[in-house]
């Protein structure tokens, strides 16, 4: 690749006039690139021809190194390309394609439209909506799928869950159709008080399918763990989780039937192409119009007649101002306390980035320092490069600078996955578990993120899941201080200083701190193993919370983790049920809505009459379903179970396959 060696003097010498300023000239002139290069640096005459055609094209920026890339992708979402492939592809209109074709020259990289991709472009905008499936990717919910999903959710979880409109689209304010926005809640109601929330905004840019998805199944999974998963179960019981699934539908709506559709559909700015509306992530208020977006109505990155003039946007500003307290200064270097409560996420798709503020200066954000670690943590989970969000250009009226720079609380913007139009395999199969994951642990530290993110995680944290009442146990646990993803630089090395645990009341809460040692006798490595005997003298039988955490040698605390302990149903306890059954009939034990578990061995001896043939399962109940998870189906009127049961609720069945009458069940926990 042909490589300029004067690139900083460009900006000097290059004007319009040698770019497609001079699609306007007859005849057409000629300019060597600087340096005695054998490129040119003005438009050709195939290049004046299709913008003449196009205000939006596809461009293919062939790149040189990983840096090049992280650069081109922070400024503009590619459609197509990869940091492996060595080119990316962007939709720009003319003024975009001029700095690119300018900086491609400054860092050696070969600038050009393709036609094909850029006719294909074209083509999808002028698409009629289509039904109601997402073509190809059946693992992505349309808007209609995705609102009746959370409905959903909110009836089958009433206590946990809540979904309410936050005000119409720009479509449904015109009474043109269009939806309504909504916030899907989620916390347990009935403990009240102030918690602490994390508020996920997801697919403000339309095309962009698998953000909707992800904070879709975020929900389900943190709804169908509650209660079974100790960290789920505290999480949603002392802090909030608002999720945004659907931030642009009316531009989704277009995106579903095919168009590559960035904005939302505004069309009172109309465009000759049909590219109409405003980008909604160029039109929040904080530093609006300072940069890296367009007053070109037919652009991609349109920034709007005026800051925070799109009624979506004023939706989700309205929102995220209700989330969160104001805890900055009105000064650019006014920085948050470190106490300052809340996590915000704007997800879009694609480019493998956990990006912070700030976006329209390279000006590290008076939160930086505190940013930039829980940014390398949350980037461990999903392995994306973590960044500040500025690129080769800054970009400005952004979700992320409004709600850090309104208001001090920390905000990010995660980059899903590796394809604009993700492969259902590629999204189930990595995209969602990682950032699943990292999700999560937004949550985990969402009552101080500034402190906890750099903070030592508790994990492999271990205990016997039943302990008979007045015994005792071993806490066992892992406490690292190494959790960051440091592909752009290195956090400070920090040791472990100490860990400790608490019973039911948690560290915030008032919760008493019992020490724990580390195994190898002294706290003095970044990760250490720790342990500790615990009694469960003068414990109430029933199911207990242990929470775990350590802190590291700066005195920071990292965020708990926390496991479920049931007293009283030690290991070698016996009950035995009694029944009887007709011919063909099925009877339950203790009940038809079974019994909570901890985990550990069951075991079930069932005897009934003599010429009778009775069988017996074991079932657990998933979300709404039973399901058998063990069978003993002999021709006796004797039958035995033994199951390695995790946590959860099961009960026993027991079938008369011949005969009727009564039964004795022997159950071993």
């Not at 989330?323 to 948050?336: I, K, S, Y």
Request: proline letters at 5%; glycine letters at 10%; a neutral charge.
């Amino acid at each position: 690749m042909r490589r300029f060696t004067n690139g900083p003097a460009l900006s000097l010498i290059l004007s319009s006039s040698l770019l497609l300023g001079a699609c306007s000239q007859t005849p057409q002139p000629v300019a060597a690139a600087p340096g005695g290069g054998t490129g040119t640096l003005v438009a050709t005459a195939d290049e004046c021809s299709t913008f003449a055609q196009n205000p939006v094209v596809v461009s293919r920026i062939e790149f040189r190194t990983p840096r090049d890339w992280l650069d081109i992708v922070k400024t503009f979402e590619p459609v197509g390309g990869s940091l492996e492939e060595g080119f990316v592809l962007l939709d720009v209109g003319k003024e975009d394609f001029e700095r690119l074709r300018v900086t491609g020259l400054t860092r050696g990289w070969t600038v050009q439209i393709d036609a094909k991709e850029t006719q294909r472009h074209s083509a999808s905008l002028k698409n009629p909506l289509g039904a109601l499936s997402i073509s190809g990717y059946t693992c992505y919910r349309t808007v209609e799928e995705t609102y009746t999903s959370a409905q959903n959710l909110a009836a089958q979880y009433p206590n946990l869950a809540t979904w309410s409109s936050i005000g119409p689209t720009w479509l449904k304010s015109k009474a043109r159709g269009g939806y309504d926005m909504n916030v899907l809640k989620l916390t347990n109601r009935s403990v009240t008080g102030t918690k602490p929330r994390l508020l996920i905004t997801a697919s403000i840019h339309a095309r962009e399918y698998t953000p909707a998805e992800l904070s879709t199944r975020f929900a389900e999974y943190l709804l169908a763990n509650y209660g079974k998963d100790a960290d789920v179960t505290w999480m949603l019981d002392t802090q909030e989780v608002w999720l945004v699934l659907q931030s642009n539908p009316d531009g989704r709506k277009k995106a579903e039937a095919g168009a590559s559709w960035r904005k939302n559909v505004n069309d009172t700015q109309p465009c000759s192409n049909g590219l109409y509306g405003t980008d909604l992530n160029r039109n929040f208020t904080y530093a609006w119009g300072t940069g890296g977006s367009s007053a070109d109505p037919c652009n991609e990155t349109y920034k709007g007649v005026s800051a925070g003039s799109e009624i979506e946007t004023q939706n989700l500003q309205n929102l995220i101002k209700a989330a969160f307290a104001d805890n900055r200064g009105p000064a650019r270097t006014d920085a948050a306390p470190a106490s300052t409560p809340g996590v915000y996420i704007d997800v879009h798709s694609y480019s493998k980035l956990v990006l912070w503020p700030w976006g329209d200066t390279t000006t590290v954000a008076p939160n930086g320092t505190a940013l930039q670690s829980l940014g390398r943590k949350l980037a461990y989970f999903n392995g994306y490069t973590p960044e500040q969000s500025v690129g080769l250009y800054p970009t400005s009226g952004t979700t992320d600078d409004f709600a850090y720079g309104e208001l001090g609380v920390a905000s990010y913007t995660i980059e899903l996955g590796t394809a604009f139009f993700e492969p259902c395999s590629t999204f189930t199969g990595t995209t969602l578990p990682q950032n699943q994951a990292a999700l999560l642990y937004a949550l985990r530290v969402a009552r101080a993120p500034y402190q906890l993110g750099s903070g030592p995680d508790s994990v492999s944290v271990t205990a016997p899941a039943s302990v008979a009442t007045g015994g005792s146990f071993t806490l066992s646990a892992s406490a690292t201080n190494t959790r960051f993803n440091t592909s752009n630089g290195a956090e400070p090395t920090r040791t472990i200083s100490g860990a400790e645990y608490f019973i039911d009341t948690a560290p915030w809460a008032g919760g008493t701190p019992v020490p724990m040692t580390a195994t190898d006798g002294t706290f003095d490595a970044a990760t250490e193993s720790v342990q500790a005997t615990v009694s469960a003298a003068g414990l109430s039988a029933g199911k207990h919370t242990i929470y775990v955490r350590a802190k590291n040698n700066s005195g920071t605390y990292g965020p708990v983790s926390a496991l479920f302990v049931t007293v009283g149903a030690a290991s070698g306890t016996t009950t035995t049920y009694s029944g009887s059954v007709a011919a063909a009939g099925n009877s339950y034990q203790p009940s038809t809505t079974g019994f909570s578990y901890a985990g550990g061995t069951l075991k079930g001896n069932l005897s009934a009459a003599a010429g009778t043939d009775f069988d017996l399962y074991l079932q657990k109940l998933s979300g709404t379903t039973w399901t058998q998870v063990a069978a003993s189906e002999g021709s006796t009127s004797t039958e035995a179970i033994t199951y390695a049961a995790t946590s959860g609720t099961y009960r026993w069945r027991v079938y008369a396959y011949s005969g009727s009458g009564s039964y004795t069940l022997t159950e071993t926990k």
